[in-house]
């Protein structure tokens, strides 16, 4: 039987449902649901990253008149749960990290808990501390699993003898920085304890997981825990699963039996809601003189906390993308005493992407190809790692379409570029830190020039693309990419 589907939704100019009252100002976020007799935490955080917490005075913030009171690990409430050492708040007073936090206040008001922080006397047993990730660590070590069950390492063919004998080899080190999470909406959840159930009005993507979790932590069944989550003001992964302010959120309403709300500030955010990990990712392409692949080799060291492993998948896409019949992908991670690594938008993806597609740009100027035509020429029949048939992939198809949509726009920009000094901003929906990057590394005097079969350089990505300030960008590259009327 045909049976013949209109479509009533897709491509209509149709009014969201929220989006009345997200204009409007309306929209109730986590913070802002008003509870009767509400009361208000804020947290005290480590100002050293390795050691123990030998004393905490907590009288004269005790003494200020509205504190209800201060949880620490001295007296806060033992969690039937500690599997998760991120969750596991206040249940010793060991310090893992700088910013963790390692007491509680709370009080009236916002205010009167942020006044009776700056009492709170801490004393520390201080250690010496390991935060800096490096290629010749000699403790690196490699993960069981990468995030989303991948392999740590995959492999097939001989890689190194196909790199010895290819024609062009490109050989590059490219590292990427820490991201953070910062989304408009900061983290906040308000916790309303009732007999044995508990109620979270609370920021976050996936309600289901929250409750889960927080039933374990807490000793629940997932029905006992009700998350309510009407809008949410931005994740960027940070809000799938929960974190330590979450647990101090629900403890202590347990303890005052009052609802109780807590709201990150921007600070808070850079140490408890966890950040995409920093990378150093050795690339090595071996290809013959047409463009054709011969070995990828692409090997990823990151970071991760003491307290918890999170590996990053930073390599997996690299195992897809092209064709090329002698392949290495590896991770490894170094422990350090830093926050814990968490999800951010594209896992993985997103830095290992970075440095594969710089490598692929950087290695079309080796071999004097336009970039996309060498993407064109490596385009795997099926899935290089598994063998399978693709279900479906469109990359040569998107690769045609945008090229030449793009080039009236680019050009415009160029000569605009080309017009004026450094120092002068470009007009237009482009900036120099904004051209595509085969066009980047035109602009770059670094940039591996025509005929040059071997490269070996670092590049390093910043929080933004930068430039080599002062430099006109070369002119003789471009004719292999694009045609100036």
């Known amino acids: 039987m045909v049976q013949t589907i209109h479509q009533r939704v897709i491509g209509q100019p149709l009014s969201r449902l929220d989006g009345p009252k997200k204009v409007t100002g309306t929209a109730p976020y986590a913070f802002e649901h008003a509870l009767k007799e509400v009361a208000y935490g804020f947290p005290v955080q480590s100002t050293i990253a390795k050691g123990q ?77 390991d935060v800096v990730l490096s290629a010749n660590r000699d403790d690196l ?56 159930h508990v109620t979270l009005y609370y ?20 029905e006992q825990v009700r998350v309510i989550t009407p809008f949410v003001g931005g994740a960027f992964g940070s809000k799938v699963f929960p974190h330590s302010h979450t647990i101090l959120t629900v403890m202590a309403a347990q303890v005052v039996q009052r609802p109780v709300k807590f709201a990150l500030t921007r600070q808070h955010m850079f140490a408890v809601t966890g950040y995409r990990t920093p990378t150093i990712q050795h690339l090595r392409l071996g290809a013959e003189k047409d463009g054709h692949l011969t070995a990828i080799s692409h090997d990823v060291i990151e970071q991760t906390a003491t307290i918890k492993e999170f590996a990053e998948q930073t390599a997996v896409a690299t195992r897809i993308m092209y064709a090329a019949p002698n392949r290495s992908t590896t991770h490894r991670l170094a422990r350090l005493d830093v926050p814990i690594p968490s999800f951010m938008r594209a896992p993985g993806e997103c830095p290992g992407m970075f440095a594969l597609e710089s490598a692929m740009d950087e290695l079309a100027i080796a071999c004097e190809i336009d970039p996309i035509e060498l993407r064109m020429r490596n385009e795997p029949d099926v899935d290089p790692e598994t063998g399978h048939p693709f279900s479906s992939r469109g990359l040569v198809t998107c690769l045609r379409e945008g090229a030449p949509r793009s080039v009236s726009l680019l050009m415009g920009t160029i000569r605009s570029s080309l017009m004026r000094p450094m120092s002068e901003p470009v ?58 009327s």
């Open 53 to 129: 917490v030998a004393s905490i005075d907590t009288r004269a913030a005790q003494a200020i008149e509205g504190v209800l009171t201060i949880l620490t690990h001295e007296n806060a409430p033992r969690l039937a749960s500690q599997s998760d050492a991120d969750l596991a708040v206040l249940q010793s007073d060991v310090v893992a990290y700088r910013g963790q936090f390692i007491a509680f206040v709370v009080a009236e008001t916002l205010e009167i808990a942020r006044q009776a922080v700056e009492a709170v006397v801490v004393h520390y047993a201080e250690q010496p501390h």
């Open 203 to 222: 920021s976050n993507r996936w309600p289901h997981s929250i409750q889960r979790q927080v039933a374990q932590v807490f000793g629940l069944k997932p």
């Open 141 to 196: 070590y490699k993960p069981d699993k990468l995030n989303g069950g991948h392999e740590a390492d995959m492999r097939s063919g001989d890689v190194e003898a196909a790199l010895a004998a290819a024609p062009i080899v490109l050989d590059q080190t490219y590292t990427t920085p820490a991201y953070h999470n910062n989304p408009m909406e900061p983290h906040a959840t308000i916790a309303q304890w009732h007999d044995e």
């Open 427 to 484: 007009p237009g929906p482009f900036s120099r830190r904004l051209l595509p990057m085969p066009l980047r590394f035109l602009s770059s005097p670094s940039t591996c020039t025509s005929g040059i079969p071997r490269c070996h350089k670092e590049h390093q990505l910043g929080g933004r693309w930068e430039q080599h300030r002062g430099e006109r960008p070369l002119l003789k590259p471009l004719a292999s990419f694009v045609s100036v």
